[in-house]
């Protein structure tokens, strides 16, 4: 069974960073595309950032500049620093891991809020 564990979500003040931490079983991590989604309350789930397993990077026009997402092989994780946060990145951030035509696997969620 393969599971993604996130962690690292909390309540920041506006300007304030966190970094988010996704584990997973080595099985998967190796070969999927890992990414980090969001949802925030009435809206869409939508994407935030994806990482190769070789590394390239792909960020929603929203966040460039501000998230950066990073994956560490060595401990089967994946990252998303979150640099000067805003009151609309306030979400629930799922981590991701997609392979078509393999199956996709999602976390639990984390929640970010982000108010003053």
């Known amino acids: 069974q393969v599971q993604l564990v996130e962690s690292g979500g909390g309540l920041v003040q506006p300007g304030e960073s966190l970094r988010l931490s996704c584990a997973t079983s080595?099985?998967?991590?190796?070969?999927?595309?890992m990414g980090w989604y969001r949802q925030a309350p009435g809206k869409t789930r939508e994407l935030v950032a994806t990482i190769t397993s070789g590394g390239s990077t792909n960020y929603a026009d929203s966040v460039k500049g501000r998230f950066t997402i990073s994956r560490d092989n060595a401990k089967n994780t994946v990252y998303l620093q979150m640099n000067s946060l805003k009151p609309e990145d306030t979400a629930v951030y799922y981590c991701n891991a997609r392979r078509i035509p393999l199956p996709t696997y999602w976390g639990q969620g984390t929640q970010v809020t982000v108010s003053s």
């Open positions: 080595g099985s998967i991590f190796s070969i999927y595309v």
